[in-house]
DNA sequence: CCAGAATCTTGACACTTGTCAAGAACGAAT
DNA sequence: ATTCGTTCTTGACAAGTGTCAAGATTCTGG
């Protein structure tokens, strides 16, 4: 009988930690999104804690008091990125019900990704960048990366089979190629380059028939 | 006459101005290149001007004396990094008398770089991500960039001569795909993946027929 | 309602940063 | 050898950094 108590006791208590922790971890992710905020705009060298904490709602302790210290908050911050990015083209291939729809689809979220959500992404490269100095991001970003080759070649993959072949290479080839090609056209959207988008569209428009 | 000797004496005080300028230009370069050395070590992120200082022959002092601020002097270590860097493959492209010795030779290149250059090239791939932060980068980032790409385009458009054929893509497309294949390379290298070379090497070979 | 835990604020700390200025050391021309 | 301009060293400054701890506040279970 003490042993039942004590059971559920202890279910009671878990289920309340249990549910503490879920707590802490959705602050935890408020946090770091508001993190993404300023780093997107600054960059891994230019943010600092304090400047985190002056463009949000919170103050510079709180970060202390739901992370270890700074590395751990940018690892969070990686590891909510992944979540959203990789994930953004799936619904195009769903959808698609043929080759030029699936490429105008990947055409058209290419470019508002250029076009929205520059500051995310050149944070991306920014700590990617950073991971071959950092150990410990390494392990975050390698696993991302491998997450958007995959995501790559679900769309190659589609393309190819609207045709009724396969990817004529790599899923490592592939991701290079977009990710080369999306990531200088970033820098020079970026620099203020108005062509750097229309002709991102085009390389890939004109490459997609060769590589599927 | 007094025109004559004024001609003269400004052509002395001329020639000692072109002596002092280029005596002060090579200092400016032996700076650079000690401060690569820290650069290629910490990152953009974690150097300071007396971390450079302390692991050079120099005080911290002899840097502001040459250069106005810290991003005068960094934009000066990617401007001298480029003259060694792009024309690294060059040899390769006129020695090689044929298809095979130009893969050889392309992908001996290649893995020396990554096996003893990881360190710089890391560098450049975080100063590149740099640039889509600040602005002050974007212009010499720029144009390494495109000599880059022109690099891999002698490289392909020799390959090519030997097949009698043409590139099969832009130059544009060219170089993401290897720079996109390299960073990744680069990334897993460094994180200690001993496949990581041999793997590149792989994809280049079995790449290389196929694009041009 | 109240005690104790969880959460948050504030201010301080030790340290590093870029920048600068005063003067020392040096070199070359007179 | 003296002088003057160049080059370099040293030490200081203010601002900014990550981290921490003490206390205020809020939440929660009893």
Avoid at 101 to 110: H, I, W
């Amino acid at each position: 009988m003490a042993r039942q108590v004590t059971g559920a006791a202890r279910r009671v208590a878990d289920a309340a930690e249990v549910l503490r922790d879920e707590k802490f971890n959705a602050r935890r992710i408020e946090l770091a999104e508001a993190a993404l905020e300023t780093l997107g705009e600054l960059g891994f060298a230019r943010t600092s804690l304090r400047e985190i904490a002056q463009n949000s709602a919170f103050t510079h302790g709180v970060f202390h008091y739901y992370f270890s210290d700074k590395l751990d908050l940018i690892c969070c911050c990686v590891r909510h990125y992944k979540a959203k990015c990789v994930t953004r083209y799936d619904e195009v291939v769903a959808t698609a019900t043929s080759r030029d729809e699936l490429t105008e689809g990947f055409l058209a979220k290419l470019a508002a990704t250029l076009q929205n959500e520059a500051r995310m992404h050149r944070l991306w490269y920014d700590l990617r960048s950073q991971a071959m100095f950092e150990a410990a991001f390494r392990k975050d970003v390698l696993e991302i990366d491998k997450s958007l080759e995959a995501m790559i070649w679900r769309i190659a993959s589609r393309y190819a089979e609207f045709g009724g072949k396969r990817p004529a290479s790599s899923p490592a080839a592939l991701y290079a190629l977009f990710d080369g090609l999306f990531q200088s056209a970033l820098l020079k959207h970026l620099a203020g380059d108005k062509t750097a988008i229309p002709e991102l569209l085009d390389e890939v428009r004109r490459l997609l028939p060769t590589v599927c």
